[in-house]
């Protein structure tokens, strides 16, 4: 198949409007953020086999510690400050009585990130997000006086960084856009007011488009707490009703036909709800002669997932817990979760292991189990993070449902100690960054797939900062506070809920008019995420970049971000194959086949290697499974397409790719019931599948 190609450096919604020009660092991630980033030499689990920086391929960047102060951290706003005054030539500034004083020497920079000079002015965010001088006036500024929009100053205290101006300054256009198209109440195209389609900028669309929703009283609320409200009060978070789960695709007519019965997208919900609770006895022993191996299994190979693990004070914690006797208190409960997670990392997938058997770490989990009540109901930050490790353990052991209750509860605890201004001490607020995104985060990936309710956490996600690094208290550490794939991972989770805002909130888009109607409205969305996808590419840092060929990867971090990145290329180009497959006179147009083209070999990427997704072992062994699910289901559609099936390797090819995922699925059906009716589903399919190629006479040998 044909190699990927990365998308034009310039966005193709905003390209007319914008001569190409972005932030640099609009897509990029903060390292610079990090403490220890000047002497930061990267570890060998993120081993690049592509780089070129050192002879030892680690990458061994040097940049420079600078905390960054976000009110001031875009480049759009040297535009807006009122110092209209120009440097001289001659290497001096100039003063506010004209003399030069002596130029400090230019900052360095870096592959990734810009550093502006600070600037003292507030704009409101109308005249930030337009780029333009603002007067400061309140309550309104003189702009918004003009555009009768509603003038917000961002006060000075809240804080904003790369990913946050990733939504504020790159995607206005797309919020305005939805905006927009959800006040006029009709499906996502683009209407004559689009960036695209006038000579109005998108900053200028994303004003009228808001000042006009307010003046009639349409901006949307912000949802409650365990609502399914269907508005989504940002597009950067997984939406409350949404067709991107596996099952949806049993709704499109040529694969339905590969099933005996229908199936709603809730019966896996429902069939984890009837699922037999978790048994944990209390007579499991506590082995503590291995806790080495567990820390250090924990600290290499799950903490780079979650980073809500500090290694500087993790001596004082297992002390204090020893001290204790492991029976009391947050300390001992984060040891006896670590734990578990680090023999669970030690012990490889648990569907290799034997079902008759405990998981690994069930017994350190069960101890922690026994103390998490009494912590469930204190009201600090500690007590967050044992909920938090509580939900990946039981992530770990395919129990989505348990991990969501217990997810809940952790996200209601941080919702009620944001609310009070002054709770949180400077010491838990870096604690408080890494909880809150790992709650996010892990919500959004069981909404995915479940049709479970919103916690109502996402409500923070735009008044919250990335993380910066754990304080380094001198103390001896077993670890580094490794954030690299953690960052990446909160960006990349991000787009793919706003894939899902975009393309598959309610009726998706490709079913709600003509086909030939639904393209046009289409390819101007699907451009743009596919540009923001591979500027998330373009942004990771060297020895986080995994390669896009067919190159073997040794380490689990880039398996698990190139499975990640294919996953999302995927549903951003999935709508194109099921219009075709609903009238394939549209795959004549060569850029509808062009597209069709990018979604099927995004998902023979995913699933042509299908034990690689056992690098996700951890975080994302059951999203994973029905990420396979939907992928495997619209392969099967495509070759039963004469149009689509020569887009994709020979029939042989296909079924051998087929076999063994339905063999894989097989092997995991064990672990949950929902995955054992997805595998049932995928095996009666795969067999009416060859039904039908062999009566319709399509099947050949490669």
């Known amino acids: 198949m044909a190699g990927m190609t990365p998308s034009p450096d310039v966005s193709p919604v905003s390209a007319a409007t914008t001569n190409g020009h972005f932030p640099r660092d609009s897509f990029c991630l903060n390292l610079s953020t990090l403490p220890d980033a000047s002497n930061f030499v990267l570890k060998s689990t993120l081993k690049s086999p592509h ?8 990458y061994t960047g040097s940049f420079k510690k600078r905390p960054r102060n976000m009110s001031q951290s875009s ?18 500034a100039p003063t506010s009585n004209g003399e030069h004083r002596a130029s400090t020497k230019k900052r360095p920079s870096t592959d990734t990130i810009d550093y502006p000079r600070r600037r003292a002015t507030i704009a409101c965010e109308i005249c930030r997000s337009r780029k333009s001088r603002c007067d400061g006036s309140r309550p309104k500024c003189r702009l918004c006086t003009e555009l009768n929009a509603e003038c917000i100053y961002r006060e000075p205290g809240i804080k904003l960084d790369a990913g946050d101006k990733l939504i504020l300054e790159h995607l206005n256009r797309i919020e305005g856009l939805l905006q927009n198209n959800l006040a006029n109440g009709h499906s996502y195209g683009l209407s004559t007011h689009s960036p695209t389609a006038s000579n109005s900028t998108s900053d200028d669309f994303l004003a009228r488009s808001t000042g006009n929703m307010a003046a009639l009283g349409m901006v949307p609320p912000v949802s409650g707490i365990g609502s399914w409200n269907t508005t989504p009060s940002n597009i950067s978070t997984m939406p409350k009703t949404h067709t991107t789960a596996a099952l949806h695709l049993l709704q499109t007519p040529i694969i339905r036909e590969l099933v005996s019965r229908p199936y709603e997208p ?8 009837n699922r ?104 600090n930050m500690l007590a967050a993070q044992c909920q938090i490790l509580a939900a990946a353990y039981l992530v770990y052991l395919v129990r989505p449902v348990e991990a969501w209750n217990i997810l809940s509860g952790a996200s209601m605890k941080l919702q009620l100690l944001l609310s009070a201004p002054g709770r949180l001490s400077p010491a838990e607020e870096e604690l408080s960054k890494r909880v809150y995104w790992n709650a996010a985060m892990i919500e959004s ?29 001198g103390a001896d550490a077993l670890g580094r506070d490794e954030l690299w794939y953690f960052l990446a991972e ?25 086909a030939a109607a639904s393209i046009a409205q289409l390819d101007p969305l699907v451009a743009e995420l596919d540009y923001q996808l591979n500027q998330w590419y373009a942004g990771l840092p060297p020895a986080m970049q995994f390669p896009l060929d067919r190159v073997p990867l040794q380490n689990s971090v880039q398996t ?24 394939e006179t549209l795959a004549l147009d060569q850029s509808v086949q062009e597209n ?72 995991l059906a064990h672990l949950a019931p929902s995955l054992r009716l997805s595998a049932d589903i995928i095996r009666e399919a795969e067999s009416k599948r060859q039904m039908w190629l062999r009566t319709a006479g399509l099947k050949f040998e490669a």
């Open 75 to 92: 480049g759009t706003d040297r535009e807006m400050s009122n110092d209209t005054t120009h440097a001289p030539s001659n290497g001096t």
């Open 560 to 583: 698990v971000l190139r499975l990640r990145y294919f996953a999302c290329r995927t549903i951003i180009f999935r709508p194109y194959i099921l219009l075709v497959l609903q009238d």
């Open 276 to 379: 037999e609770p978790l048994q944990l006895g209390t007579s499991l022993g506590l082995d503590l002669s291995n806790t080495g191996t567990y820390v250090r299994a924990f600290f290499d190979g799950v903490n780079v997932f979650y980073a809500c693990v500090n290694p500087y004070t993790w001596n004082s914690y297992y002390q204090t817990a020893l001290s204790r006797g492991f029976r009391e208190g947050p300390e001992s409960c984060i040891v006896l979760l670590v734990l578990a997670l680090g023999n669970a990392a030690s012990s490889g997938t648990i569907s290799h292991q034997t079902p008759d058997k405990d998981p690994p770490g069930l017994a350190y989990f069960a101890a922690a189990w026994a103390l998490l009540p009494s912590l469930m109901t204190r009201n």
């Open 596 to 667: 069709c083209h990018k979604c099927l070999e995004a998902c023979i990427r995913q699933l042509e290697y299908i034990t690689a997704h056992q690098a996700g072992h951890l975080p994302y062994l059951y999203q994973g499974a029905l990420s396979i699910i939907s992928q495997t289901l619209l392969v099967m559609g495509a070759t039963m397409s004469a149009t689509l099936s020569a887009l994709l390797p020979p029939p042989a090819t296909m079924d051998d790719i087929i076999s063994n995922v339905v063999h894989e699925m097989e092997r």
């Open 51 to 58: 780089l070129l920086e050192s002879p030892n391929g680690f």
């Open 266 to 273: 809730k019966v896996l919900l429902q069939l984890e709800m």
């Open 445 to 473: 990936d069981l909404l995915a797939e479940l049709d479970l309710p919103h916690s109502g956490i996402e409500q923070f996600e735009d008044t919250f900062t990335l993380p910066t690094g754990f304080e380094d208290v």
């Open 490 to 514: 909160i960006a990349l989770r991000r787009l793919l809920n706003r894939v899902s805002s975009m393309l598959y909130i309610r009726t998706p888009l490709y079913s709600k008019t003509p």
